[in-house]
């Protein structure tokens, strides 16, 4: 299994930890602001502060495959942290860490996991930095659908960083679609 470790922050500012918490915290309402989480379907219900629930998500984002896991809430501590452990196509721990600063509040994730797809973990030497690169486009969805769910001005991007994303997701996509090539030939029953 293919290891990693992610750390993104945001400031986000005029706004309260208790605000942000509350977005964070109800992930069923993620799909309609998060772009790239496709599914949030709750199993197992927690506590009456949802500690311990479990719900399965479902994430994609510009290349061709989705990554589904469970999610069961391991600590909630109001209004700054947030943690769960994953199981699924993603096995490993991710915490939302909320500290208000100057008017507004950082705001960090560390997910720490390993992939469970075979052919994840067979192309992890090639393609580990596409996927880190996935990371931080499903991450940055998730910071501009958070900061418009707040009502906070939209954050402004550069043209090069477009471009860059733009031939990064066609690199990957046609890295992943030979590979899957390759995987159906070698599956094909040879002719005898």
Do not use: C
């Not at 500012?13 to 989480?37: I, K, M, N, R, S």
């Not at 599914?39 to 197992?44: C, R, Y």
């Not at 506590?47 to 510009?62: A, I, Q």
């Amino acid at each position: 299994m293919k290891q990693y470790q992610f750390v993104t922050t945001w400031f986000l500012e005029d706004t309260t930890a208790e605000a942000v918490f509350d977005a964070l915290l109800h992930t069923e309402q993620w799909p309609g602001w998060w772009h790239g989480v496709t599914q949030v379907g709750e199993l197992v219900p927690g506590d009456e502060t949802g500690l311990g629930n479990v719900r399965r998500y479902t994430f994609r984002s510009l290349l061709p495959y989705s990554l589904t896991f469970d999610m069961r809430s391991t600590a909630i501590e109001r209004p700054s942290i947030l943690e769960g452990a994953a199981f699924g196509d993603l096995v490993g721990t991710g915490k939302w860490t909320l500290t208000p600063r100057d008017g507004g509040v950082d705001v960090r994730y560390d997910w720490n996991v390993g992939t469970t797809k075979e052919w994840m973990n067979v192309l992890a030497p090639i393609t580990g930095p596409v996927f880190e690169w996935n990371h931080d486009i499903i991450m940055r969805w998730g910071e501009e659908g958070l900061r418009s769910t707040l009502g906070l001005p939209r954050l402004e991007r550069h043209d090069a960083q477009r471009t860059t994303r733009r031939r990064v997701a066609l690199a990957a996509w046609i890295a992943v679609a030979a590979f899957a090539t390759l995987r159906s030939w070698r599956r094909r029953p040879s002719r005898s």
